[in-house]
């Protein structure tokens, strides 16, 4: 099975082309199109599950891993509006998921910066996008942020060589912080792209300061860089989107 992951991981993530363009031509049925998406991360996990077990490195958060990136850039798909738009990104989603795919199992710190960085941008994006079409309860929106921070935090954090205390501790806590963020953010008059961008760049750096802390690598460099890349992005942000005044 490790002979042939490569080439199975370009089938992956060929079949997410292939899967949603199926059901989302001429347009995206949800009826259909949400419970084929299901059926493919059911099948990617199931396949990942056994590949892990095969070389001996199956850990759950491994598996769970890859398994947002494969659902936040199918969240990402329901917010673009234009068939063509739709049909380049996901030619464009191929190479990444078959980089992130192939590699499933590995540790390395680039490896794990460079996902956290594109499931955690899809996913606020995505999320964002997705109570601003279908708006619904604050407080299950509160509740879809903080477990999704939760996940992605608590997943990443598994390499570190801390104890399972301080792992869990850390991850709740950037969850709650995210949540009470997304509160905060819901009053503000700006798009929702804006607002899940803001969102991700907090989230970035609440968990790469955590990230350090935990291999003891935390320093006032650090520090300072990451808040001032984070007050950049955010600034930019805000200068660049037009206001409006909620009715």
Known sequence: LQKYHKIISLIWAVGFLVVIQFFATPTPIFRYLFPACIIFLLAISAYNFFYLRAVSKYNPWMGLRILILFGSLMG????????????????????????????????????????????????FLALSGFVHYFPFSIVGYLIIVFIVSLILCRASYEITPQNLRTKWLGSIIIALALAELAWSASFLPLHYSVIGFMMFNLFYLLWALYYYYLFNHLTLRKVQFHIGLAVVFISLALISTPWSIIS
């Open 76 to 123: 990402l798909f329901f917010l673009i509006p234009n068939q063509a738009l739709r049909s380049l990104f996901l030619i464009g989603s191929i190479p990444v998921l078959y980089f992130f795919e192939s590699v499933i199992g590995t540790e390395g710190e680039h490896v794990l910066f460079n996902e956290i960085v594109v499931t955690g941008f899809a996913s």
